[in-house]
């Protein structure tokens, strides 16, 4: 009786009340770190954001204002210095931290078209360097800075268990980062810290319209998918809002679709 009552204690009210947390990833108002961040601070959360250069700087600047944050740090993941310098500069500002969202990724578009076979070793290595490392090198170096009871949540998609078109090494690169989010599960839980992920269906983000023939595969998901329609921001962003609060305390090590049911379906029912 007393865990079901504070249950719907949390639900009427702030779920993210005097939580802090920092949101990597927002490229501009549809991507999925900022859908997330949105609901993290319907639900009374402090935010802070990390961009990459000045042009990003320029578009996550009002989207963080929008959520009453200040809170702004250029930071490259590949660089070791400006990610210790980002959690520095939290420390001493909120003291310690309650959430972090990962939503980094990158590759070379033109190397996600044709074959899987023909990708260079560059690109595969700075793929997996952005998209997989970056969420253990942050996580370690976090690490002192994490209250207990804390969140991580990193975004994937589904192209890291199945073959997708034009998505090529970014699905090997997915894959090990849903391999990440076990093991680190494992190291964090003993700090009562939980680590998980969303694989979120195809959707139309900056990220997703850089894959070739996304117009096709959007189309062909909202048709297919047990749910029918379109994904909607507001779906991955309250998911999000879910695995990083204490309702999902119990959570930990979890790959968390959000696709309208779009991975369950091997094939179509012919038409």
């Not at 935010?47 to 990003?56: D, I, K, P, R, V």
């Not at 997989?132 to 804390?150: H, Q, R, W, Y």
Request: some cysteine.
């Amino acid at each position: 009786m007393t865990d079901n009552t504070e249950t719907l204690d949390q639900l009427s009210g702030p779920l993210m009340k005097n939580k802090k947390g920092l949101i990597m990833g927002v490229a501009n108002n549809h991507s999925l770190a900022w859908g997330i961040a949105k609901n993290l601070n319907e639900h009374g959360a402090s935010l802070a954001f990390t961009y990459q250069g000045e042009s990003f700087r320029k578009r996550v600047e009002p989207l963080a204002k929008s959520v009453h944050s200040d809170l702004l740090f250029d930071c490259d993941v590949t660089n070791k210095d400006q990610i210790e310098s980002t959690f520095s500069s939290l420390s001493q500002e909120w003291g310690g931290i309650d959430f972090i969202v990962h939503g980094i990724a990158y590759s070379d578009r033109n190397e996600l078209t044709g074959r899987y076979i023909d990708t260079s070793k560059e690109n595969f290595l700075k793929t997996l360097e952005i998209s997989c490392f970056s969420l253990t090198d942050v996580s370690k170096i976090a690490e002192p800075s994490m209250n207990e009871g804390g969140s991580i949540l990193t975004l994937s998609f589904g192209g890291s268990l199945k073959v997708m078109p034009n998505y090529n090494v970014m699905g090997v690169a997915k894959a090990a980062l849903e391999a990440s989010v076990r093991y680190l599960a494992v190291d964090y839980g003993k700090k009562g810290i939980r680590v998980n992920a969303i694989s979120a269906g195809p959707m139309r983000t900056l990220s997703g319209a850089g894959v070739g023939g996304a117009r096709e595969i959007f189309n062909y998901a909202e048709k297919h998918s047990p749910l029918k329609g379109q994904l909607s921001l507001d779906n991955v962003g309250s998911a999000g809002l879910y695995l990083l609060s204490d309702l999902s305390k119990g959570v930990t090590g979890e790959i968390h679709y959000v696709d309208l049911g779009y991975n369950i379906i091997g094939m179509p029912k012919p038409e």
